[in-house]
T-cell receptor, first 112, second 112 residues
Framework: GENVEQHPSTLSVQEGDSAVIKCTYSDSASNYFPWYKQELGKRPQLIIDIRSNVGEKKDQRIAVTLNKTAKHFSLHITETQPEDSAVYFCAAGDTGRRALTFGSGTRLQVQP | EPEVTQTPSHQVTQMGQEVILRCVPISNHLYFYWYRQILGQKVEFLVSFYNNEISEKSEIFDDQFSVERPDGSNFTLKIRSTKLEDSAMYFC??????????FGPGTRLTVT
């Protein structure tokens, strides 16, 4: 089955700096890669996703890149703000299987 | 904006008891999922449901688990005989297609 590795497990940045979280996946059949933000005690919230026919996608301060050959994808947050502090999960899935396999999460702390 | 809802928010039960967790997916969504998250760990897939039948299940989803869509709005997860290790946050999710999955707020299940 699919295996998703995520790092770093924790990341501390100063407000205004950029943050990068990286994930690798194992199943070449995976073609859908969402990112979820989870604040303490809250639901995972979909923040951005990318499909395998696209190499990069941006939405305001967040962007995701995908390298299908290397089987890795990354989340980039620019101009970080304290409200970006949360646990971020990457995931991988495919339209055939529908189940999402999650990474182990990155706790991002943005220091004011 | 429509959201997935779940009840109860917290369920405490004794080992060996049956529990039913309830979810109301977003109304025009056709795919439904259950995931669980043990405290401090990654989100794990349990089961997906489409067209009134299970489309995929994980190794976690053994014979003590079952899902049902008893009417046009509810989607339930039943655990027949709970074990201590079933203690976790259980998330329901739904999607319009087999891609963007939106999560509910979760039910925290505590088995004593």
């Amino acid at each position: 089955g699919e295996n998703v590795e995520q790092h770093p497990s924790t990341l501390s940045v100063q407000e205004g700096d950029s943050a990068v979280i990286k994930c690798t996946y194992s199943d070449s059949a995976s073609n859908y890669f969402p990112w979820y933000k989870q604040e303490l005690g809250k639901r995972p919230q979909l923040i951005i996703d990318i499909r395998s026919n696209v190499g990069e996608k941006k939405d305001q301060r967040i962007a995701v890149t995908l390298n299908k050959t290397a089987k890795h994808f990354s989340l980039h947050i620019t101009e970080t703000q304290p409200e970006d502090s949360a646990v971020y999960f990457c995931a991988a899935g495919d339209t055939g299987r529908r189940a999402l396999t999650f990474g182990s999460g990155t706790r991002l702390q943005v220091q004011p | 904006e429509p959201e997935v809802t779940q009840t109860p928010s917290h369920q405490v039960t004794q080992m060996g008891q049956e529990v039913i967790l309830r979810c109301v997916p977003i109304s025009n969504h056709l795919y439904f999922y259950w995931y669980r998250q043990i405290l401090g760990q990654k989100v794990e897939f349990l089961v997906s449901f489409y067209n009134n039948e299970i489309s995929e299940k994980s190794e976690i989803f053994d014979d003590q688990f079952s899902v049902e869509r008893p009417d046009g709005s509810n989607f339930t997860l039943k655990i027949r005989s709970t074990k201590l290790e079933d203690s976790a946050m259980y998330f329901c999710a739904s999607s319009e297609e087999a891609r963007e999955q939106y999560f509910g707020p979760g039910t925290r299940l505590t088995v004593t």
